[in-house]
């Protein structure tokens, strides 16, 4: 049977919960988009982790649950973690640079770990190690096989950029030789370091390259039984744009307590929650939420304002859209996804 990509919209009574239990990292990746002056750098303690944890329980939804950092595996407290978010009901997936620290296959099983995803950005050490550093490349294939080895289910993740488009399709006989089930594929945002270096700008990918290659290499990495991931980005005429802050519930939670609903306002102060005193409540005044509800030609609000550069308009000088025309097409929700295999 044909694989062919669908979009998954958005599961009303789905939550997918984004927990930064710490900002620190031992790589600094070109990428990376922990900012440290809004995220902080704190590590939150066993206790604050047990209880916010509880805050973003809930027993009648599916909720899935994500540890991320920095880098999740530096905090010793994480395989206590992951049994009590278990523990709570959430499918629970760890998102590590691949260094694996204290121990972790060690100190968790399958059982309680139900993925375990490591970011490569290149096939290979001549691509990867420019972008995550010198050495990384290996050290994260071997524990790949060391945690398959143990019967985790593994994913990876690749964030694509002009540095490493041209390398994806080659990241699929590696995928396959590792045994990885799942594949995410990324797009690189202007966020953290990428927002901060002029020259990442030109990082991002064109439309035309994205579709000429991130599509063709989700078919083929399905075709040989991999179940790959990536963002929609653009919409073709007839989709229907929708913004997650309104339909959907995600949670990307951080050490300083400031909770988003949208990944690209993390730069921002305008955080829709906070968790104060292991509370959640929501904030007042110009927060997020008041983007979510704009809706414009270009698709995204929050795209519009920090990356616009990746919109294209007809130049049919309609005065509404900065003279510029009208845009040639919509950029969606950076959460909407496809799905292959
Ligand atoms: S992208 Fe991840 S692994 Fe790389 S520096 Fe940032 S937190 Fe660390
Ligand atoms: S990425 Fe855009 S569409 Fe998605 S939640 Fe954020 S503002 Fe809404």
Not at 74 to 85: C, E, Q, S, V
Not at 174 to 193: A, D, M, P, S, W
Not at 232 to 245: I, N, R, S
């Amino acid at each position: 049977m044909q694989n062919i990509a669908r979009t998954v919209g958005f599961k009303h009574g789905e939550r997918n919960v984004f927990f930064h239990i710490l900002t620190a990292c031992n790589l600094s990746c070109r990428h990376c988009y922990i900012n440290r002056a809004q995220h902080g750098v704190t590590t939150l303690s066993r206790e604050k982790i047990e209880k916010w944890l509880s805050l973003f329980a809930d027993p009648g939804k599916k909720a899935n649950l994500i540890f991320l950092g920095g880098e999740p595996t530096l905090h010793p407290d994480l395989p206590f973690a992951i049994k009590k978010a278990k523990e709570l009901g959430f499918f629970v997936t760890v998102d590590s640079n691949g260094y694996l620290f204290h121990d972790l296959l060690e100190k968790t099983t399958p059982e309680l770990l139900d993925f375990l995803s490591f970011s490569l950005d290149g096939p290979d050490t001549a691509t990867n190690d420019p972008i995550r550093g010198s050495g990384v490349f290996e050290v994260c294939v071997a524990n790949i096989q060391r945690a398959v080895a143990k019967g985790f289910n593994v994913s990876v993740i690749y964030t694509v950029s002009k540095k490493n488009l041209q390398a994806l399709a080659a990241m699929v006989p590696l995928l396959l030789k590792l045994k990885v089930k799942r594949f995410f594929i990324q797009v690189i945002g202007l966020r953290g370091n990428s927002a901060q270096n002029d020259s990442d700008e030109t990082m991002q990918v064109s439309r035309g390259q994205w579709l000429a290659t991130v599509p063709e290499v989700a078919r083929q990495a399905a075709e040989k039984g991999i179940h790959v991931t990536y963002p929609q980005v653009f919409l073709g005429p007839d989709e229907t744009f929708e913004c997650a802050g309104n339909v959907a519930e995600n949670f990307f939670i951080f050490p300083n307590g400031r909770v988003y609903q949208c990944p690209l306002c993390e730069d921002h102060p305008i955080n829709a929650y906070r968790i104060e005193d292991d509370r959640l409540v929501k904030n007042e005044g110009l927060t997020e939420e008041r983007f979510f509800r704009l809706n414009i030609a270009e698709g995204c609000v929050m795209n519009k304002l920090l990356q616009a550069d990746n919109i294209e308009y007809d130049g049919q000088g309609n005065p509404k859209y900065d003279g510029q025309g009208n845009p040639k097409y919509r950029i969606s929700c950076c959460l909407l996804k496809r799905e292959i295999g």
